[in-house]
């Protein structure tokens, strides 16, 4: 009778421990509103991905069952160490660097499932107001640029060369300030020019410290900028989830290109705090101007051979690596049903 009532005990501990666990393995998946929790790092926080900040404003992310934490990278090399290390679910990026982590032999590579913008997003700021901006006036100066092997460089210098300029020779290009902090250095220092995203761009216009004179976005032409990007096990664990944040940025998308600069403003307004909400209308209009988000988030293999082009073009990558293996369009297929 003993031995009965000893092992019922037992039985019942181990039921007990058992469902603990399981309640412990279900709070890591879901929140108490029974969303799941992605985290999502991006390569900077930027009015240039405003269909995203719209998808988080407007509530798509939990119309999704997702509960998205949002982490600013500061930089596609941090975003995707972040990736590879488990520290984000999902990156946000130019997709040159899942292109080199491919390069370099990794198992777990990163793989982009939707495209967001196809222009380059910074302009050119000078210091002094400039009447008939010509490329040719940067021949002698010196320009703030970004990291080597970044697309904001590359792009930078892909314009250059399209325009009869060594990037080495006939300027000089600072690549030693950090992501983010050109503009800062920009009003500090005495270079001539800065290439900047936006809020910056404006804000160096609005505190009297610079005049944008050129759009890389427009001079370069349609190029596919920045892209979602995950891992492999990723997909293969959590499909479901890669189509509803797919879905999410879908409706963030058509909300952009269907509202006028004003009302995306009045929405991500929140995201922007710092910036007046006419400042912000005010930019999205001038990305609004130069086509900078798709119709759809489909990365085509057209848009991915141009990337390569440029990487290679660039001295950044020696092979093109095969596009099945580096992008899938089935989620942005669907999401655009």
Excluded at 187 to 201: H, I, L, N, R
Excluded at 302 to 308: A, P, R, T, V
Aim: proline share 3%.
């Amino acid at each position: 009778m003993k031995m009965k009532k000893l092992t019922r005990k037992l039985l019942c501990l181990t039921l007990c421990a058992v469902l603990a666990l399981c309640a412990l393995a279900s709070c890591g998946k879901k929140d108490s509103g029974g969303l799941t929790p992605v985290t999502l790092n991006e390569v900077a926080h930027s009015i240039f991905y405003a269909p995203q900040y719209v998808a988080i404003e407007n509530g798509y992310f939990e119309e999704e069952g997702i509960d998205l934490t949002l982490v600013n990278g500061a930089g596609a090399d941090k975003v995707m160490t972040a990736l590879i290390s488990g520290d984000a679910d999902i990156g946000f990026m130019g997709s040159e660097a899942s292109i080199y982590v491919y390069a370099q032999g990794s198992e777990d590579y990163g793989v982009n499932f939707a495209q967001l913008t196809q222009r380059a997003g910074n302009f050119l700021v000078a210091r002094e107001a400039v009447s008939d901006f010509s490329w040719e006036d940067l021949k002698g100066r010196t320009v703030l640029g970004g990291r080597a092997g970044g697309m904001p460089q590359m792009v930078f210098e892909y314009i250059l060369k399209k325009n009869g300029i060594d990037p080495k020779t006939d300027l000089n290009i600072d690549q030693s300030i950090d992501f983010g902090l050109t503009a800062a250095a920009f009003m500090e220092g005495d270079a001539d020019y800065t290439v900047e995203f936006e809020p910056f761009a404006t804000s160096l216009e609005l505190e009297g410290a610079g005049t944008v004179v050129a759009s890389l976005g427009v001079e370069s032409g349609y190029v596919p900028y920045t892209a979602y990007c995950a891992k492999q096990s990723y997909f293969e664990e959590h499909p479901d989830i890669i189509q509803g944040f797919t879905n999410a940025i879908q409706k963030g998308l058509e909300y952009v290109n269907s509202h006028t600069a004003e009302e995306i403003a009045a929405v991500i307004h929140p995201q922007f705090e710092e910036t007046e909400e006419s400042t912000i209308a005010v930019i999205v209009d001038r990305y609004l101007a130069q086509d900078t988000w798709k119709e759809d988030l489909i990365f085509s293999e057209e848009s991915f051979d141009l990337l390569q082009d440029i990487l290679m073009e660039a001295g950044e990558l020696e092979e093109k690596v095969p596009y099945d293996q580096l992008v899938i369009t089935d989620y942005a297929e669907q999401a655009a049903e």
